[in-house]
């Protein structure tokens, strides 16, 4: 027997024991998973059964009560209190009924193996920036934008955990990618209205912040946010979220970082001893309207601060997302999103002044405002288009300019499914030095796997 043959017939071999042996995982997972449904479904049924019994004995007392206050007018008083008790304990029944439907249908430890992702962001692009002003060379220019990998898994019924691992060419170091761990957090899933979040994550400052680059509506960041933000608002450290009980939707949010914001400096970061105050402080309130069923509008207010005296920051960002959807006639095909957020951002620094001793401080103080506005139409389930106006105030002590840094941008993106995507851009840039440019860019994104943020498309 040939060489070629034998390789032939093990590699035969060895695929039917593999597909053996697979079959028989499935069955097995498939079997376990039958009893796992049985045994959940049977705890639901005494649930609700006990559930069922006590509504019927708070009813038929209702009842009595009901017909006791008719026949003994004397007693209406204390059968109206008992009455009012019998709601708070309705209340507190149908609470108790979501809460148990909450507790089955949690995923226990070894429920599902860990969720994979990934997302790889390539573009080519043509630009007539000049050297100095933007961060790669004039002319024509590929760039791997990001290669994303995301791991996420439920640790056990009360926390959930997520790792995201990016990797991005770097045009100072010969274009190779450059590794960087970009999130890695854990968080709570059990308590009740509230989330604590730590680790590594993006803090939900306005509503573009907080999202990778691969994940915005267009393709490139509006420069006021990369300048008055830092780029994507990543950070460690610890925060809370709350959605207040009331029936109206109100989300509170809350939290304490080494810094926010990847190019923002790392206060002391060698140093003996940091204070409280080199800290970053977030805090975010955001709210939504619905209103003749096919109009949405968000409003949301965030505001970034670090005390210190050495560099102090203060950053306020306030937003509003309207949502045009339809929901008769168009099948979901059409929408339009128009959403705009506005920034103030006041930085002082103090430093020394060599006037000999004793030492004499003075703070620079820089204030400006910024923002960015677009709206993007949705005509198909593949097509959206639309269009972004982005410009923010000098704030850099070193630049003496008082020109406004103004872009205005038109995209179109093409959906092949809801894993990839190409899409075209075109900017118009002028600077605070005066100099004007156009950048040219189409972009490519793939998507496989578990891949997904906080981040909802809104």
């Known amino acids: 027997m040939t060489v070629r043959r034998r390789f032939l017939c093990f590699s035969v071999l060895l695929a039917c024991a593999f597909g053996c042996c697979t079959a028989e995982d499935v069955a097995a997972q498939l079997k376990a998973m039958q009893a796992q449904i049985k045994k959940m479904n ?48 309705e209340e507190k029944i149908d609470d108790r009924t979501a809460q148990a439907i909450k507790i089955a249908s949690r995923k226990k430890p070894g429920d599902l193996n860990m969720a994979i992702g990934a997302a790889v962001d390539t573009s080519f692009g043509y630009t007539s920036v000049r050297a100095g002003d933007y961060d790669r060379p004039a002319g024509a220019d590929f760039r791997m934008r990001g290669a994303e990998l995301v791991f996420s898994m439920d640790v056990d019924p009360f926390f959930k955990s997520y790792l995201v691992v990016n990797a991005s060419g770097d045009g100072e170091n010969n274009d190779e990618a450059t590794l960087s761990v970009e999130e890695a957090a854990i968080y709570t899933t059990s308590l009740s209205h509230v989330t604590v979040k730590g680790g590594r994550f993006f803090a939900p400052f306005g509503r573009l912040s907080s999202i990778h680059d691969h994940d915005l509506p267009f393709t490139t960041r509006p ?61 975010k309130a955001l709210t939504s309207f619905d209103y003749c069923n096919d109009h949405t509008v968000e409003l949301g207010a965030s505001a970034i601060e670090v005390p210190s005296d050495r560099i102090h920051r203060d950053l306020t960002n306030v937003e509003v997302t309207y949502k045009w959807h339809p929901k008769i006639g168009s099948a979901l095909k059409e929408k339009l999103i ?114 997904a943020h906080d981040f909802n498309g809104r």
């Open 42 to 89: 049977h705890s639901l049924d005494m649930q609700s059964k006990t559930i069922a019994e006590q509504k019927r004995l708070i009813d038929d007392q209702r009842k009595d009560l009901e017909t006791m206050r008719g026949t003994s007018p004397g007693s209406q008083p204390v059968i109206d209190d008992i009455l009012k008790k019998f709601d708070v304990l």
């Open 223 to 283: 420069r006021s946010l990369d300048t008055y933000v830092g780029a994507e608002s990543g950070g460690d450290g610890v925060q809370v979220q709350a959605l207040i009980p009331i029936q109206h939707f109100l989300q509170i949010t809350g939290g304490a970082f080494n810094k926010l914001g990847g190019e923002f400096p790392l206060l002391n970061a060698t140093g003996q001893h940091r204070d409280g105050s080199e800290m970053t402080f977030f805090l």
């Open 338 to 451: 128009v959403g705009a957020e506005l920034m103030r951002n006041c930085v002082r620094t103090q430093f020394e002044v060599d006037a000999g001793p004793p030492r004499v401080l003075s703070a620079d103080r820089r204030t400006g405002y910024g923002g960015y506005a677009y709206a993007e139409y949705f005509h198909t389930r593949h097509w959206s288009m639309g269009a972004r106006a982005d410009f923010f105030q000098n704030v850099d002590p070193t630049l003496a300019s008082t020109r406004t840094d103004q872009t205005y941008t038109a995209f179109a993106t093409y959906k092949f499914s809801e894993f990839s995507r190409l899409r075209i851009e075109a900017s118009r840039h002028e600077y605070f030095n005066g100099r004007q440019g156009n950048e040219f860019l189409i972009q490519w994104t793939a998507f496989w796997g578990a891949h």
